[in-house]
């Protein structure tokens, strides 16, 4: 009784995670959020109709069983495989594209990591000032530690070095999910479908431009997974 108990709950969680996790995503992609050049003057919610026809075309990938039919001929290594050196290269050109800077939080992060290699200046030394950023926020001292090894690794290089660990992360992060996947439901077409749906998901390329500690802890979250599995 006890394992059949155990199995409903995980089930539930599953099934009832994916629900809801679809919900959110579907909310978030109809609508997009404005934030105005002021945090005070609130913010605006637009309706995104273009992401309808993504939606459309994404359904009828899906409905397109010879599609991800011949996926599940596939080993789901390889296919895991393929997804982690898609998840690279295409973050990879992302980045060069991109050329995006430290802004917002990231700027913060990058000042504080320039007062710790020896960059000691007034902006600098201001975000471990008491009440400032660094005391505010001591969660953010692994990431903060990581850019400073950045900078004194790749020296005037160290957003390209901490964006390509950020691409190795996404890379990652998609091998991980499609493995997880496969781990969970034994199911080649489950794992195909998965696939297909995070070597589709731009958010996770685009995120690798973040001076952040987001992307690069989704690997580590996951293989602790992989590893209880």
Same mark, same amino acid.
Request: charged share 10%.
């Given at each position: 009784?006890?394992?059949?108990?155990?199995?409903?709950? /995980?089930?539930?969680?599953?099934?009832?995670?994916?629900?809801?996790?679809?919900?959110?995503? &579907?909310? +978030?992609?109809?609508?997009?959020?404005?934030?105005?050049?002021?945090? %005070?003057?609130? $913010?605006?919610? +637009?309706?995104?109709?273009?992401?309808? $026809?993504?939606?459309?075309?994404?359904?009828?990938?899906?409905?397109?069983?010879?599609?991800?039919?011949? &996926?599940?001929?596939?080993?789901?290594?390889?296919?895991?495989?393929?997804?982690?050196?898609?998840?690279?290269?295409?973050?990879?050109?992302?980045?060069?594209?991109? #050329?995006?800077?430290?802004?917002? #939080?990231?700027? #913060?992060?990058?000042?504080?990591?320039?007062?710790?290699?020896?960059?000691?200046?007034?902006? /600098?030394?201001?975000?471990?000032?008491?009440?400032?950023?660094?005391?505010?926020?001591?969660?953010? %001292?692994?990431?903060?530690?990581?850019?400073?090894?950045?900078?004194?690794?790749?020296?005037?290089?160290?957003?390209?070095?901490?964006?390509?660990?950020?691409?190795?992360?996404?890379?990652?992060?998609?091998? &991980?999910?499609?493995?997880?996947?496969? &781990? $969970?439901?034994?199911?080649?077409?489950?794992?195909?479908?998965?696939?297909?749906?995070?070597?589709?998901?731009?958010?996770?390329?685009?995120? %690798? %431009?973040?001076?952040?500690?987001?992307?690069?802890?989704?690997?580590?979250?996951?293989?602790?997974?992989?590893?209880?599995?």
């Amino acid at each position: 009784m006890s394992k059949k108990l155990a199995a409903f709950i /995980q089930n539930f969680s599953v099934y009832f995670g994916i629900i809801f996790a679809a919900a959110i995503s &579907l909310i +978030t992609l109809l609508f997009t959020t404005i934030m105005p050049a002021c945090f %005070t003057e609130g $913010i605006e919610v +637009t309706f995104a109709p273009y992401i309808i $026809i993504v939606i459309i075309l994404l359904i009828g990938i899906l409905a397109f069983k010879p599609f991800y039919k011949k &996926l599940e001929k596939v080993n789901p290594i390889t296919i895991a495989r393929i997804a982690f050196f898609w998840g690279l290269i295409a973050s990879l050109i992302w980045v060069f594209i991109a #050329d995006a800077f430290p802004m917002w #939080d990231s700027y #913060d992060l990058v000042r504080a990591a320039e007062a710790v290699v020896g960059n000691r200046g007034p902006e /600098q030394l201001s975000k471990w000032a008491p009440g400032s950023y660094m005391e505010r926020y001591p969660y953010q %001292t692994p990431i903060m530690l990581l850019l400073a090894a950045c900078m004194l690794f790749a020296g005037s290089n160290y957003i390209l070095f901490f964006e390509f660990l950020n691409c190795l992360a996404c890379g990652l992060t998609m091998y &991980l999910i499609i493995k997880y996947t496969h &781990l $969970i439901f034994k199911n080649k077409t489950t794992t195909a479908i998965s696939a297909i749906l995070v070597m589709l998901f731009a958010p996770l390329i685009i995120y %690798t %431009t973040f001076i952040y500690g987001n992307l690069i802890c989704l690997p580590f979250a996951l293989g602790c997974l992989v590893l209880q599995k």
